[in-house]
DNA sequence: CTGAAAGCGCTAACAA
DNA sequence: TTGTTAGCGCTTTCAG
C-alpha cells in the first residue's frame, strides 16, 4: 500500500499521449481530443486507479474550491441547522466547507481566519461575535469575499444577511398583548451581541406601543460572562435562574418572552418546580424556533426564523461574490414569523 | 483590492536574501539562519502582510493538512459533540476538519470520499450507514488512514471506535428490574444499522438472565425507511407512533427501553397526552444523554455516551496512524453508564 | 487535434 | 549561514 501515487504523466505515458492532453481529458476541458484518445485515457485512469491531486490544480488555478464557514459552535442546534444549508449549496457547486468553531473565543477566530486565507479560501461566511475587527480589513484587502450571518459585522465591504430580531421579539409582544396580557416580562442572557439588543429592543417597542412601562423586575438581564463555551445546558440553566429572580417580583407578570427557545425550556422547567402552571398562571414564548421547542410540554410558542435558508442564501450570495457577480443586495434582513404552540395563552 | 499577491520571492527581493531563506524562515524550519536575516525577513513579511499560500507547501510535502469527517448529520446533536472533539485535536495538531454530511445517502457518501482523496486528505473519520463497502479497499490502498466510528465497519484495515451499546441497554434494563419490573418494552426505529442491533441485544440479553419472555406486543421495531433525511422531529414522532402501538397491547407493560432520547422523548410527549403518568404508570428510559434529556419534565433516566470523548480518542487515533506509529489497540469500545433520572421509578 | 515547456508557491537537496 | 536548482501535479499558452 501506499506506493508512490499515480499522475498524469503515468497514463500519458501508458496511452502514449502529452501530459497536457491527460489533462484536458481528465479536467473536462472542453478542449477539443479526439473521442479515440479520450477513450484511451479515460480508460488507462480507470484501469490505474487514479485519482487526481486537487492540491496541483489548486495551486495552478489559484481555487481552493474551499470555502471557510466559522461559527460559535455546531453544538448549537441553530448553527447546525445553518451550516446544512451552507453546505448544500457549497457542495452543489462544487465547494466543500472548513467548518471553524470559534467558541466564541476572539483569539481563536482570528486563528482560523489566519488559517483559511493561508488555505487560499476565496470565501468565508462568519458568525462573528467578538466586537473588535481591526484586523478585518487586512484581510478583505487580499480580495477575500466574507458574508456576515446573524450577527451584524459594521464593515461597508462585508455582506450582510441577518434576522429582523427586533421585529421578532416585536412580534411575539404584541401577539401577547392581543391576547390581553400587559404585565410582560422579558428574560436574556446577556445584551452583549447586536441580536440580543435587537429583541431587546423589539420588546420595548412593542410595549411602548401599547401604552405600557414594565416593572424593572420584569425585565431581567443575565451578567456578562463571555468567557464561557457555548452550551445549551447553560442557556437552559440560565433560563431557570432568571425565573427565580423573576418570581421574586413584588407584582408577577403574567407572561414573558425569552431570547431563546433552550433558556425559554429552562423557564418552563423552573415553573413547574415551583408548582406555577404554564400557561395558566405564566404564559412562556421562545425565539429561535429549534426542534426542541415542539418537544416540550407544553409545546413552546416562539418565533421562527429561516435558519436552513439563512445558510442557502448565505452560501448563494458568496458563490455569486466569488464568480465576480456583484449581489443584488448588500444586506439581507430575513423576516421571523411567529408560531402560536400552547405555552402561552389568552389572558381571561 | 486584490492585486496579486505577495510571495516569498516578494519578501527575498526586499531584504536581498534567497527565497529557500526566507522559506526556512516562514516555515519555523530549524535550519540555522541568522538572527539578522531572520528579523529582517519577519518583518518585511509584516511589512507586505504577506500571507503564505499553503498550496504550494501541501503540494510539496504531500499533506494537506487536512482530516475528512464523514458523518451523518450534524445536526443529529450527537455528532456536533463528536466533531467538537475531534475538532479540538485536529486544531492542536494543526488540522483542519473538512466536514461532511452524508445524509444517509451511499452515493453522497462515496462522492464525498472521492473529493476528500482528490484534496489529499490523508486521514477520514466515518460514520458510515450504508453496508456495502466494495469501493473501500480501493481507497485504502491508497494509504489513507481511515476511522469508524459508532458504526462498525467490517474491514480489518479500519481502525474502530464504538460504544458498547448492548452492554449500555442491557445496563438499563437490568436497572429497571431491579427496580422490580417484569414487563418492560422496547422501542425502536428500525434496526438498520449495527448500534440498534447491539442495543435489541442488550435488552434481550437483560430479560433472559431475569428469566424474562417480552411479549410481542412490547417489543415495536418501526418500519426501515432508509430513504428520510435525518431529523430529530422524525425521530419524536416516532416516538409517539411507537408509543400509541404499545398502548394497544393487551398486557401493558410497566417501563419502556428507547434507542434513544429524541424517541423517548416522544414517548413522554405522547403519554403526556394520552393521561398516563411518567413514571407513575410507566417509566420510561431513553439513550444517548443529549443535552436535552435533562431538560424534559420528567428529567429523562438515559444511558450516558462519552460523545466528546470518542471525538477525542478517534482524532488522536488517526493522528498516530497518520504519523506512522501504529495504534496500539485496532478496537475500541468505550463504556456507557447509566444516568437515573426521574422519568424511571421503582415499581411498588 | 496534439505536444513541449513554463510556471503556480513552496521546500529541500546539494553546493558554496 | 546562504544560495542554486529542481521539482511537487497540474494547467495553459503557444507551436506544430
Given at each position: 500500500m501506499s506506493e508512490k501515487p499515480v499522475t498524469i504523466?503515468?497514463?500519458?505515458q501508458l496511452v502514449n499521449a502529452s501530459a497536457a492532453t491527460v489533462s484536458r481529458v481528465l479536467s473536462n476541458s472542453d478542449y477539443p481530443v479526439s473521442s479515440?484518445?479520450?477513450?484511451?485515457?479515460?480508460?488507462?485512469?480507470?484501469?490505474?486507479?487514479y485519482t487526481p491531486n486537487m492540491l496541483g490544480r489548486q495551486l495552478k488555478k489559484n481555487d481552493s474550491m474551499s470555502i471557510g464557514v466559522i461559527i460559535p459552535s455546531i453544538s448549537n442546534p441553530f448553527y447546525a441547522d445553518v451550516v446544512?444549508?451552507?453546505?448544500?449549496?457549497?457542495?452543489?457547486?462544487?465547494?466543500?466547507?472548513?467548518?471553524?468553531?470559534?467558541?466564541?473565543?476572539?483569539?481563536?477566530?482570528?486563528?482560523?481566519?489566519?488559517?483559511?486565507?493561508?488555505?487560499?479560501?476565496?470565501g468565508i461566511i462568519l458568525s462573528?461575535?467578538?466586537?473588535?475587527?481591526?484586523?478585518?480589513?487586512?484581510y478583505l484587502d487580499k480580495g477575500v469575499k466574507m458574508i456576515s450571518i446573524d450577527q451584524r459585522i459594521?464593515?461597508?465591504?462585508?455582506?450582510?444577511?441577518?434576522?429582523?430580531?427586533?421585529?421578532?421579539?416585536?412580534?411575539?409582544?404584541?401577539?401577547?398583548?392581543?391576547?390581553g396580557h400587559r404585565r410582560i416580562a422579558f428574560l436574556s442572557a446577556a445584551l452583549n451581541r447586536p441580536s440580543r439588543l435587537q429583541l431587546h429592543q423589539g420588546y420595548q417597542d412593542a410595549m411602548r406601543k401599547a401604552g405600557i412601562v414594565p416593572l424593572k423586575e420584569w425585565v431581567q438581564i443575565s451578567e456578562d460572562c463571555e468567557n464561557t463555551a457555548y452550551s445549551s445546558t447553560f442557556e437552559f440553566n440560565n433560563g431557570k435562574e432568571l425565573t427565580r429572580k423573576l418570581l421574586m417580583a413584588d407584582e408577577r407578570p403574567t407572561a414573558v418572552l425569552c431570547c431563546n427557545d433552550l433558556t425559554a425550556a429552562g423557564v418552563i422547567n423552573e415553573l413547574k418546580e415551583q408548582k406555577v402552571d404554564v400557561p395558566g398562571q405564566l404564559s412562556v414564548i421562545g425565539f429561535d424556533n429549534i426542534d426542541l421547542s415542539q418537544m416540550l410540554t407544553p409545546s413552546l410558542s416562539t418565533v421562527n426564523l429561516?435558519?436552513?435558508?439563512?445558510?442557502?442564501?448565505?452560501?448563494?450570495?458568496?458563490?455569486?461574490?466569488?464568480?465576480?457577480?456583484?449581489?443584488?443586495?448588500?444586506?439581507?434582513?430575513?423576516?421571523?414569523?411567529?408560531?402560536?404552540r400552547d405555552s402561552a395563552a389568552k389572558l381571561e
Open positions: 504523466y503515468d497514463i500519458a479515440e484518445m479520450r477513450d484511451k485515457i479515460k480508460n488507462a485512469a480507470k484501469q490505474l486507479n446544512l444549508g451552507i453546505e448544500e449549496i457549497a457542495r452543489n457547486g462544487g465547494y466543500q466547507v472548513l467548518l471553524c468553531n470559534s467558541h466564541q473565543n476572539p483569539k481563536l477566530e482570528a486563528e482560523y481566519l489566519q488559517t483559511l486565507l493561508e488555505k487560499q479560501v476565496k462573528s461575535i467578538s466586537p473588535k475587527k481591526g484586523w478585518l480589513n487586512a459594521n464593515n461597508r465591504q462585508v455582506y450582510q444577511l441577518g434576522f429582523d430580531y427586533r421585529y421578532g421579539a416585536y412580534l411575539a409582544c404584541e401577539y401577547l398583548i392581543q391576547s429561516p435558519k436552513y435558508q439563512m445558510g442557502v442564501l448565505a452560501c448563494r450570495m458568496l458563490m455569486d461574490l466569488m464568480n465576480g457577480s456583484a449581489a443584488a443586495e448588500k444586506e439581507i434582513m430575513l423576516q421571523p414569523e411567529f408560531i402560536p
